[in-house]
């Protein structure tokens, strides 16, 4: 695979990484099955593109895609927490309600992006730096604004998490009953989850949209399987209590994953092409679903150790 293709497929990740913290928050910290990322991806992408070519700045284009992801997790809650619509189908009414926000919002299947001013732009002065060192200097600087970005985000959900608001998010979704006996308003923690998870999910969506140069309606077609698949690969390749680590876990996950998807598409041997995209997609996520279930080698051999070396003495003879 060449350094152009790696250099992207690590940037996508970078991107899809905002979606698996998003889905973290969701399925893992609330226990909320959430398929309204599905809608807030490519609401994300629809509303930065159609601000910036309205004539926005890429910034506040990029923060009212992060508030416009947030309201449709607000959505998906209200319809579970006023109504009692079951979690799934709650997220499915907005998923498909999104389809057609999203064409209202860009007045056509698809915004280009070309041409306009974007996140990237306001680092175009650290372009040499990467010509400079060997590196496609354009890709190199997506790469690494995106990177910077997801490094930020992260230490703010993990702060967040660890914080006494998070707590009473993470008991919530552990132990609805208890929480709400320790005085937590549950309703309130589903909100704000999903606001929160929805928002991140839209801020990747607008990044895609800045990066790859376009929105379409279509993006957000499997974001939910790419989202699944890197938070249980990331948990699979890091198993860990620590909130911290399960987060970096997240984007070692989404990264990872679509070096997979890069390489078995860019390998020649496999006979595979760009069609076959949902194929490799299906592939790698049943085997990320499996691999959890799988025997480790080294959790077994540290086990048989810790057992050996808490053996009495004299018990083997």
């Known amino acids: 695979m060449s350094l152009i293709a790696t250099i992207g497929a690590v940037e996508i990740g970078l991107v899809y990484a905002l979606v698996a913290l998003g889905v973290f928050l969701s399925f893992?910290?609330?226990e909320f099955p959430d398929l309204t990322v599905d809608g807030s991806f490519p609401?994300?992408?629809a509303v930065a593109a159609t601000l910036i070519t309205s004539g926005f700045d890429p910034v506040s284009a990029t923060l009212v895609a992060i508030i416009a992801g947030a309201c449709t997790g607000l959505i998906t809650a209200w319809l579970n927490v006023r109504f009692g619509i079951l979690q799934l189908l709650a997220s499915i009414l907005t998923m498909i309600a999104l389809f057609s926000v999203n064409l209202r919002v860009m007045g056509k299947p698809n915004v280009s992006l070309l041409g306009q001013n974007t996140l990237i732009d306001y680092f175009a002065w650290a372009k040499p730096a990467f010509a400079a060192l060997g590196l496609p200097a354009q890709a190199s600087l997506k790469t690494?604004?995106?990177g910077v970005l997801v490094i930020f985000i992260t230490v703010l959900v993990g702060r967040f998490l660890t914080s006494e608001f998070g707590l009473a998010m993470r008991a919530t979704g552990a132990n609805p009953r208890m929480a709400r006996a320790q005085g937590i308003a549950t309703e309130?923690?589903?909100y704000s989850g999903m606001a929160l998870s929805n928002g991140l999910v839209a801020l990747a969506g607008a990044l895609f949209a800045q990066t790859a140069g376009f929105a379409d309606?279509?993006?957000?077609?499997?974001?939910?399987?790419v989202g699944l698949a890197a938070v249980i690969l990331g948990e699979t390749i890091l198993p860990t209590r620590s909130i911290l680590v399960?987060?970096?876990a997240c984007i070692l996950g989404s990264i990872l994953y679509r070096l997979a998807i890069a390489l078995a598409l860019n390998s020649g041997a496999l006979g595979l092409q760009a069609s076959d995209l949902n194929l490799v997609t299906a592939v790698l996520v049943g085997v990320a679903l499996i691999l959890p279930g799988a025997r480790n080698p080294l959790k077994t051999m540290l086990r048989r150790k810790g057992a050996a070396d808490t053996t009495p003495t004299g018990a083997a003879s």
């Open 28 to 30: 893992r910290v609330l």
């Open 43 to 45: 609401l994300g992408a």
């Open 144 to 146: 690494a604004v995106v």
């Open 188 to 190: 309130r923690q589903i």
């Open 217 to 225: 309606v279509t993006v957000g077609t499997g974001t939910i399987v």
């Open 246 to 248: 399960k987060l970096v």
